[in-house]
């Protein structure tokens, strides 16, 4: 049984870090693509980031390219995003995704607040 | 970035409907189109890939379709655990990008 389960949520400050974690089960993990996905009530799903297999393809939505690095290690089987500079607006539900969306963690929340 | 028009945001429909839920594309994305379900409390679920493509283990009376630059999910006879909001994705290229969402409710 395929399964994502991602960590590392919280209340954080603005300007503050904080790296979540995605610990995959039940698939062969470094043959698949990954994401992280947000949502929000009023923005709804924003796709994040993604990674290639080995980790040297990485793409990123224009409003967290420098603060974000998504990354992953396959011995482990597991990927991260690090959210570096976070602000207000990052408050959001986060979901590990395998890329294309076929398999989705439950997701965790991040709370960017004073 | 690739804009993804989804309509309606809210359609109350009655058991045993035939309801359909369009996304159109700001530029060509071929058959790079996705449609999630996700019921309240709960992870998105792929019901439809590759704009045509019944996800596994997705009721047979959902189905997809494509016209040009405007992708459909069709459901063929509404059932009480269709209930649900409905999000479209066009994975052409980065960023990918979501619809706004539909909010399918009973009538």
């Known amino acids: 049984e395929v399964q994502l389960v991602e960590s590392g949520g919280g209340l954080v400050q603005p300007g503050r870090s904080l790296k979540l974690s995605c610990a995959a089960s039940?698939?062969?993990?470094?043959?698949?693509?990954m994401a992280w996905v947000r949502q929000t009530p009023t923005k709804g799903l924003e796709w994040v980031a993604s990674?290639?297999?080995?980790?040297?393809?990485?793409y990123y939505r224009d409003s967290v390219k420098g603060r974000f690095t998504i990354s992953r290690d396959n011995a482990k089987n597991t990927q991260y995003l690090q959210m570096d500079s976070l602000r207000s607006e990052d408050t959001a539900t986060y979901y590990c995704?395998?890329?294309?969306?076929?398999?989705w963690g439950q997701g965790v929340m991040v709370t960017v607040s004073s | 970035d690739i804009q993804m028009t989804q309509a309606p945001s809210s359609l109350p429909a009655s058991l045993g409907d035939r309801v359909t839920i369009t996304c159109r594309a700001s530029?060509?994305?071929?058959?790079?189109l996705r449609w999630f379900q996700q019921k309240p409390g709960k992870s998105p679920r792929l019901m439809i890939y590759?704009?045509?493509n019944l996800a596994a283990g997705v009721p047979s009376r959902f189905s997809g379709s494509r016209s040009g630059s405007d992708y459909s999910l069709t459901i063929s006879s509404l059932e009480s655990e269709d209930m649900a909001d409905y999000y479209c994705?066009?994975?052409?290229?980065?960023?990918?990008?979501f619809g706004s969402g539909t909010k399918l409710e009973i009538k």
């Open positions: 995704a395998r890329h294309g969306g076929d398999y």
């Open positions: 039940g698939f062969t993990f470094s043959n698949y693509g």
């Open positions: 990674i290639s297999t080995g980790g040297g393809n990485t």
């Open positions: 530029q060509d994305i071929g058959n790079y």
């Open positions: 590759g704009a045509t």
């Open positions: 994705l066009q994975s052409k290229e980065s960023p990918l990008t």
